[in-house]
């Protein structure tokens, strides 16, 4: 699928304006206004900002960009972000399957990541999730895991964007040993990273269910001063409601409340179990909720109501959860899971269209990380990761509406090339900065020593 890229060193310009890149692609949807579909559009690139995006035959005269490259049918999107997951336990994909969320934790996951996670792990199962990830469109993902900053030098490495939310939990992990030492962690590690502009820091308090209310205020104190997020799981499924209930009293979410954490800077994972006033409740307060269907549906956690959210002006954002939970990072097949499963709760076939998960995965996800202003639409001055993806597949052809045949049809690997602040990370097919096949064998090598 790769003959009909055409690409030459230099332009054919009177004006010169310079560029790295000049993008023709078949279809271009920038995501900044509903539907929108544009024809005949190119886009140039220089360093890592969009500097134009206009008529192909106007920016062809204007420009001399250093590569050109000509994209027939293919579309044109920003890049993906995954809101959530936890990417060294790719390490574990498939490690427990048919599992409710309760024993797949404490009886196989906890162990296992007791007995196996170190600094090695951590780097080898975030360089297998970030390639997935890659390769499918995802350029920024937020994560939750310990040693963060593992997961942080293999993203520089890679050059994808991430938002690590430190972990907080009440009990001893090979990480920290009690609430105080994770919270320091998270805040040194927020020392590290403020200045760099791939990597976010927030704060990532596990669940309701294993972090007490000191630890949660501090958190909140903090995330105030430090302006950072903080992303936690939160009405997962039922039963973690209904324990809730019994110990307590509370539902999470009105201890949440109680505790002074509803806020824009809150990121609510999974929220399979909300009734109509926490709908409320959370779109006045501002919070943004991460969406993560596939791990939703195989953990039978419950159905998240898409389209109540996105009715009552929630940020709602999507995410994959772990490669141990899901079992891939495909955001493209997430949002297929996310438009089908909208339609099923709402029993409404209208329901949760195809562009709404679209800018679910763009540029709701841009909003959530503060970052809407430079990342998440394609428009001139923001950053350049946009992702092109071949159409001319036998599985999604005829294409009638690219943004539907993207959600409905399209497998991963159609995703051609992937732009990461400006530079290629994915070209025809392939990974620019990974290896592959060095990465599988790591992986089996786990696999084998973890079995
Ligand atoms: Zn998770």
Redesign the pocket.
């Known amino acids: 699928m790769e003959n009909h890229i055409i690409m030459s060193k230099s332009g054919s310009s009177s004006e010169g304006l310079e560029a790295d890149f000049l993008i023709h692609p078949e279809w271009l949807v920038p995501m900044t206004q509903k539907g929108l579909v544009m024809t005949g559009q190119s886009i140039a690139i220089l360093q890592n900002k969009i500097v134009a995006i206009g008529d192909s035959d106007k920016l062809k005269k204007q420009y001399s960009p250093r590569q050109e490259i000509t994209l027939e049918n293919h579309v044109l999107i920003p890049g993906l972000i995954n809101a959530?997951?936890?990417t060294p336990m790719s390490l574990f994909r498939g490690y427990a399957d048919d599992m409710a969320l309760r024993p797949w934790l404490e009886d196989k996951i906890w162990p296992a990541e007791a007995q196996w996670v170190s600094e090695e792990f951590v780097c080898d199962g975030a360089t297998l999730a970030i390639a997935e990830m890659l390769r499918s469109g995802t350029t920024s993902f937020t994560d939750?895991y310990f040693f963060p900053d593992e997961v942080a030098k293999v993203a520089l490495k890679s050059n994808i964007r991430a938002m690590l939310a430190a972990p907080v939990l009440d009990f001893p992990t090979v990480w920290a040993q009690d609430a105080d030492e994770y919270i320091r962690k998270a805040t040194e590690l927020n020392d590290r990273y403020k200045n760099n502009n791939h990597i976010e820091v927030a704060f990532g308090p596990h669940a309701p269910y294993t972090v007490s209310d000191e630890p949660l205020r501090h958190i909140s104190t903090l995330a105030n001063e430090l302006d950072i997020p903080i992303h936690i799981?939160i009405h997962e499924n039922a039963h973690e409601v209904e324990e809730a209930v019994k110990n307590t009293g509370l539902r999470p979410l009105e201890r949440l409340n109680q505790l002074g954490l509803l806020s824009q800077l809150l990121q609510c994972?999974h929220a399979t179990q909300l009734e109509d006033e926490e709908i409320e409740t959370l779109a006045n307060a501002g919070v943004s909720i991460v969406h993560?269907p596939a791990?939703n549906n195989n953990l039978a956690s419950g159905m998240c109501r898409t389209q109540d959210i996105l009715d009552a002006g929630i940020n709602l954002c999507l995410g994959t959860?772990?490669a141990a939970s899901n079992n891939e990072l495909n955001m493209i097949n997430e949002m297929r899971m996310a438009a089908l499963q909208g339609k099923s709760t709402a029993a409404d076939a209208a329901a949760t269209s195809a562009w709404d998960v679209l800018a679910m995965a763009t540029i709701n996800g841009a909003r959530a990380l503060g970052k809407e202003d430079c990342l998440g639409t394609l428009e001139t001055g923001k950053l350049a990761d946009c992702v092109a993806i071949d159409l001319a597949y036998l599985n999604s052809q005829p294409v009638y509406d690219p943004i539907s045949t993207l959600v409905y049809s399209v497998q991963a690997q159609q995703v051609s090339h992937v732009w990461v602040d400006g530079k290629l990370n994915v070209e025809n097919g392939q990974l620019t900065m990974l290896d592959p096949a060095e990465i599988m064998a790591t992986a089996k090598k786990w696999a084998q020593k973890i079995a």
């Open positions: 959530h997951g936890h939750m799981h994972v993560c791990s959860d772990s």
